[in-house]
């Protein structure tokens, strides 16, 4: 395991310089969501993507590679094969597709709950956080402050809106341990909680928790809040679904272990199909790895797929 860390940390840390991204994949596939959205670019409010939404489909195809590799005497050559990876790996259209239409839906709210900010586009960094998640702290350190403070600095923005819990927890509990920040970190979700929407999905739904949403940075009761508001009814149970009960998909762990990560979100869905056969996920990461590892038992879907602003 130890081997493979340090072997994933290195195709990490080549993909960022590569480009710009933690996998290695095609940086227009970031903001091809954008096109004809007519979002300014830059401004002192800027939505913060992260690429996290749009890298899934490629996640989605690398894991099974990742499977094959790590552990083999490939280990050694992972750097040199992720480059490889990257140009015979392609994400499937339709998950490109449907990442894409998340996005927009997210982008479409913010703008009728009256929200006005712009987007970097091909300038925006990924946060880092995977390398932070690897253990890779000086590294993230570095890489932080040379691409994601600097390329805010450059442009003036002083509020940024995040849309995924991946990102949000180090814009709000990793990054301000070593700097000092000069701008305002808010989450989406926070901004859509008391507008009005409505259901674009009828029945009852599961809410799979995000670890760091419902524990981490107080999300629990908002994206609840948002399901409520549009009149979707949404299953709890306290051992499946309590803030403090409720388990991890895995995700997480799907470049570390993944047939680890393939276990655990079998038994979360599992579980959370005893309450619904429909799930509704807050995170790409875990949006990701149950769709991945769902084999029919149920129907994941994104909170953005499931409710609208009016």
Request: net charge neutral; hydrophobic share 40%.
């Amino acid at each position: 395991m130890e081997s493979w860390v340090r072997a994933l940390i290195d195709i990490v840390r080549r993909s960022l310089e590569t480009n710009s991204l933690p996998i290695p994949m095609d940086k227009s596939n970031c903001t091809e969501w954008a096109r004809e959205l007519n979002i300014p670019r830059g401004g002192d409010t800027i939505i913060y993507t992260s690429c996290m939404y749009q890298m899934a489909p490629m996640i989605n195809q690398l894991v099974p590679w990742i499977e094959k590799v790590r552990g083999t005497p490939l280990t050694s050559l992972a750097g040199f094969l992720s480059r490889f990876a990257g140009l015979v790996i392609k994400p499937n259209r339709a998950d490109i597709d449907r990442a894409n239409n998340i996005m927009r839906s997210i982008v479409k709210a913010l703008q009728r709950a009256g929200v006005s900010f712009g987007y970097l586009y091909e300038d925006e960094p990924y946060s880092g956080a995977l390398l932070y998640e690897l253990g890779a702290v000086d590294q993230f350190r570095e890489y932080f402050e040379e691409r994601v403070l600097k390329t805010f600095e450059k442009y003036g923005v002083r509020r940024v809106i995040t849309i995924d819990p991946h990102t949000h927890y180090v814009l709000t509990n990793v990054a301000p341990k070593y700097f000092k920040l000069g701008f305002e970190v808010i989450n989406y979700l926070d901004l859509l909680r008391n507008i009005r929407v409505k259901p674009k999905f009828s029945g009852e739904v599961v809410i799979h928790d995000s670890c760091l949403y419902a524990r981490y940075l107080g999300k629990y009761d908002v994206y609840r809040a948002i399901l409520d508001n549009a009149g979707v009814r949404h299953v709890e149970d306290p051992l499946i679904t309590g803030k403090d009960t409720s388990t991890c998909c895995g995700g997480p762990l799907e470049s570390l272990s993944p047939g680890l990560s393939r276990d655990i979100a079998k038994i979360r869905i599992q579980n959370l199909a005893r309450l619904s056969r429909t799930v509704v996920t807050v995170c790409p990461i875990c949006l990701a790895n149950l769709s991945r590892n769902a084999e029919g038992a149920v129907q994941v879907l994104d909170i953005n797929e499931v409710v609208e602003a009016e």
